[in-house]
């Protein structure tokens, strides 16, 4: 089973600002089934990215996902107040699925 | 579009089973585009994936899981449904329901239902 740790922890940004969150999978991870996820406080988690880098539907352009291999990124560029949430990413393999911590996006 | 809500005691006593159910709208729960999917979260900490249910009945647990956890599918009512037996405090989590993609991801969610594990 793949493990998946995010990092940092906790990212203290201002609106306006670019943030970087890491996933790093424990062994090489399929790009095709990492998928990203948004969640803000009581409410269910909001899929952004899957495939590593495509956009769900209806998600704004400033949220990107890239990498391969190990190391997958999720960047939001121009960071807006309802950006400031918990991101999670997952991994599917070998009929088990896999989330990382969270990173917590929080205003600086 | 598909939505789901999640149904059940929000309390269940320690040593008990603890039993959800997700009722599927705006569509079939047969329709093949989705396996179903529960996934849980303490409080204050991350999500866990429990496991899933495919229409045909095939099942995949979380193998930390796999001794506690049961997953069925009720066509004729659009519905699937979760069962934990010998439930700790440790259970104590918000339990969603998901559709979950073939290339496995999860979209639509339920909105989540708080299951507490006390006496």
């Known amino acids: 089973e793949i493990v998946l740790t995010q990092s940092p922890g906790t990212l203290s940004l201002s609106p306006g600002e670019r943030a970087s969150l890491s996933c790093r999978a424990s062994?090489?991870?399929?790009?095709?089934?990492l998928t990203w996820y948004q969640q803000k406080p009581g409410q269910a988690p909001r899929l952004l990215i899957y495939?590593?880098?495509s956009r769900a539907t209806g998600i704004p352009d400033r949220f990107s996902g890239s990498g391969s291999g190990t190391d997958f990124t999720l960047t939001i560029t121009r960071l807006e107040p309802e950006d400031f949430a918990v991101y999670y990413c997952q991994h599917f393999g070998d009929s088990l699925i896999s989330f990382g911590q969270g990173t917590r996006l929080e205003f600086k | 579009q598909v939505q789901l809500q999640e149904s059940g005691p929000g309390l269940v006593k320690p040593s008990q089973t603890l039993s959800l159910i997700c009722t599927v709208s705006?569509?079939?729960?047969?329709?093949?585009?989705?396996?179903w999917t529960w996934i849980r979260q303490p409080a204050g900490k991350g999500l866990q994936w429990i496991g899933r249910?495919?229409?045909?009945?095939?099942?995949n647990y979380n193998p930390s899981l796999r001794s506690q956890v049961a997953m069925s599918v009720d066509t004729s009512n659009n519905q699937f449904s979760l069962t934990l037996t010998s439930v700790t405090a440790a259970d104590t989590a918000v339990y969603y329901c998901?559709?979950?993609?073939?290339?496995?991801?999860?979209?639509?969610w339920g909105q989540g239902t708080l299951v507490t594990v006390a006496s």
């Open positions: 062994q090489r991870a399929s790009s095709n089934y």
């Open positions: 249910i495919s229409v045909t009945g095939s099942t």
């Open positions: 495939g590593a880098s």
């Open positions: 998901a559709g979950e993609s073939i290339y496995h991801w999860f979209d639509p």
């Open positions: 705006g569509g079939s729960i047969n329709s093949g585009a989705y396996y």
